[in-house]
């Protein structure tokens, strides 16, 4: 199987499954997984075919999870363009619902690593009484150089949508890692929710 990439790393799914077999990919809604989506919609990816696989070896409950009525429910958050492009947008495990809205972290992060004094950015979800979810960035800043939170918002203003602005910023000389170095947003999570006194909202989206 062979997949046609461009400059962005977007997939020609044509392309990819121009193999002669009964292969399938889709973009869904993410609330019910079953609501296909049109171009330029942004949504969970699901794929079914004979390339898919039969499940996770001793892991029952995550196979029940991700293959379903036939199509393995990637965790993949992409859209379709009108050439048939698959871009990937984000994890659907990342995803910040505030307010009804969907917020993907990736988007955030790209546009603030466009500031001049940012060197590497992560953006999380933290808890929320009111909207369930608010907008959190952890910064990185090149050496010697900084920015505070006003001019962070000013920067955003007007460039992305404000409800992706971030309510919370936190400037951190290093992120969460694995040994292998993967970065823990999980953890990044659970010390943002000690530091801002967010518990009683974390109880009661978990509730």
Not at 152 to 173: E, H, M, N, S
Request: net charge negative; hydrophobic share 35%; charged share 30%.
């Amino acid at each position: 199987m062979s997949a046609k990439l461009d400059w962005s790393g977007a997939v020609d799914i044509a392309s990819a499954f121009r193999d002669g077999r009964a292969s399938a990919v889709e973009i869904v809604d993410v609330d019910t997984g079953t609501r296909v989506l049109g171009t330029g919609e942004t949504g969970e990816i699901r794929a079914r075919g004979p390339q898919i696989m039969r499940g996770y070896r001793n892991l029952p409950k995550e196979t029940a999870e991700a293959l379903r009525d036939g199509w393995l429910y990637t965790g993949d958050i992409g859209e379709f363009d009108a050439d048939g492009y698959l871009y990937l947008v984000d994890r659907a495990k990342d995803m910040i619902i505030r307010g009804g809205e969907n917020v993907y972290p990736r988007e955030v992060e790209e546009y603030l690593y466009t500031h001049p004094s940012v060197l590497d950015v992560q953006v999380i979800g933290v808890p929320s009484e009111k909207y369930g979810e608010e907008v959190m960035a952890w910064i990185r800043f090149r050496p010697g150089v900084t920015a505070t939170e006003e001019e962070l918002i000013a920067f955003c203003r007007g460039q992305i949508a404000t409800y992706k602005i971030p309510r919370y910023w936190k400037t951190v000389t290093e992120f969460p890692t694995t040994v292998t170095g993967k970065i823990q947003k999980f953890k990044m999570r659970e010390r943002a929710i000690a530091e801002l006194g967010l518990e009683r909202a974390a109880r009661q989206s978990t509730a």
